[in-house]
């Protein structure tokens, strides 16, 4: 490997602290809230409130917002707004907020999502992104007509699927080629282009995948690796594999790390504790063993039976993407000290999933972002001096 991708590489660590931390939020475009519980949810799936939503979390450090994608009922979720579409909604009712669309190889074409994506970059001058997503609800493809492939080999097309894209996006003269064993675009000529906006190669490819086979896609082709929920450790064995697998595909652009976790920030920590008590206990019980079920046989094909959600217990899964194991439960300063640490484990972007979406957005800007921007000002002055000494 030549020393520029290593630098490059190194690059990317450094930028973690140089670089403040970006937040994303999950849009609730799912009914149920984010949790699958009875617990009070002051939260609507609905237009309306997603758009005033969005606009107050673009005034509260908010710059990324992740639509789900989720086509038809499933534990909890009774009603849906698809993804790719909702997003360009609130871009369009936001002026800052870049929209983040989940989408699914497999029921995509991806030249047609590289147009459909071009567009909408256009209409909200450089806010889209995509979230590049593997599938763990079989009957959602089954119940299309489409073929519910094997772990492993729903990477190898999502794989293929990021490069169609990618290509699509930056071809020059004679158009996109790509021959692949799943998709293939031959002098596929994209014009107009997405918007050329300084720093970004193309619309922001992320990937939404923690298995052993997601963390190699990770590594190789995406922009930003999601990671679930994760304790410390757990974070940084992801960090690890995938900063590995980026050094053997001897990738030149960096590969970022977003990280979920569901916030109950209270100004008492006890407050933010008998909340997630009653969360749990208020689970709704059916719906989560219903998922876990759905999610295991998912996960099982993997090679080596690593699924996403392989060590996630009864209660862990109550947040179905495991947002209670990062802990961002307790007071301001609680929360912004593990989101400092977090970053200093190569965290480039917090997640987050709240109760009632609408106060707590607000609660966030008001109350924790400051507190995390004081430590992050610190932990880089601390930095400085080490790399001066
Ligand atoms: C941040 C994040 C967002 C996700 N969003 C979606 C989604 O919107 N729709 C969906 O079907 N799956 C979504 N997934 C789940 C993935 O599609 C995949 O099923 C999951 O990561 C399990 O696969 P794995 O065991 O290979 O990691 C998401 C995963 C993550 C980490």
New binding site residues.
């Given amino acids: 490997m030549s020393d520029s991708t290593i630098d490059n590489l190194d690059t990317t660590l450094n930028a973690q602290v140089t670089e403040p931390l970006k937040f994303a939020y999950w849009v609730p475009n799912v009914s149920g809230g984010l949790v699958t519980s009875t617990i009070e949810q002051r939260t609507d799936w609905g237009y309306d409130y997603n758009v005033k939503l969005a606009q107050t979390a673009e005034n509260n450090g908010f710059e990324y917002a992740l639509s789900?994608?989720?086509y038809m009922a499933s534990y909890g979720a009774d009603h849906q707004h698809e993804?790719t579409s909702f997003s360009l909604a609130l871009a369009l009712a936001t002026e800052r907020l870049k929209v983040i669309a989940?989408v699914?190889p497999g029921l995509w074409q991806p030249a047609v999502l590289s147009k459909w994506l071009a567009t909408a970059d256009h209409l909200t001058k450089g806010r889209i992104a995509v979230?590049v997503?593997?599938?763990?609800?079989k009957d959602e493809f089954t119940s299309m007509g489409e073929p519910w492939l094997e772990?492993d080999e729903r990477y190898r097309r999502s794989d293929e699927f990021i490069r169609v894209l990618r290509e699509a996006w930056t071809a020059g003269e004679g158009g996109a080629e790509f021959s692949g064993d799943f998709y293939r675009v031959h002098g596929f000529d994209l014009k107009p282009k997405p918007v050329d906006v300084p720093g970004r190669p193309h619309p922001e490819i992320f990937q939404?995948?923690?298995?052993t086979?997601?963390r190699r896609n990770g590594g190789r082709v995406s922009d930003w690796y999601?990671?679930?929920g994760k304790d410390y450790a757990g974070f940084t064995e992801q960090v690890e594999e995938v900063l590995g697998h980026a050094k053997t595909a001897q990738r030149l652009q960096p590969v970022r790390f977003g990280l979920?976790g569901f916030m109950i920030a209270r100004d008492d920590e006890k407050e933010a504790r008998d909340t997630l008590r009653e969360i749990i206990e208020k689970a709704n019980k059916p719906a989560v063993e219903g998922f876990r079920d759905a999610v295991q046989q998912?996960?099982n094909s993997?090679g080596d039976k690593r699924?996403?959600w392989a060590d996630s217990s009864f209660s862990d899964l109550v947040q179905y993407?495991d947002g209670f194991k990062t802990q961002f439960i307790g007071t301001p300063e609680q929360i912004a000290d593990r989101a400092i640490e977090y970053k200093r484990r190569g965290a480039n972007l917090l997640?987050l999933g709240f109760l009632h979406f609408q106060e707590e957005v607000e609660y966030f800007g008001k109350n924790v972002l400051p507190i995390i921007r004081e430590k992050e000002a610190e932990l880089a002055g601390r930095e400085l001096q080490l790399t001066t000494v």
């Fill in positions: 789900q994608i989720r993804a989940a699914h979230n997503v593997s599938g763990w609800l772990h939404g995948g923690n298995s086979a997601a999601f990671s679930n979920n998912a996960g993997t699924g996403m993407n997640l």
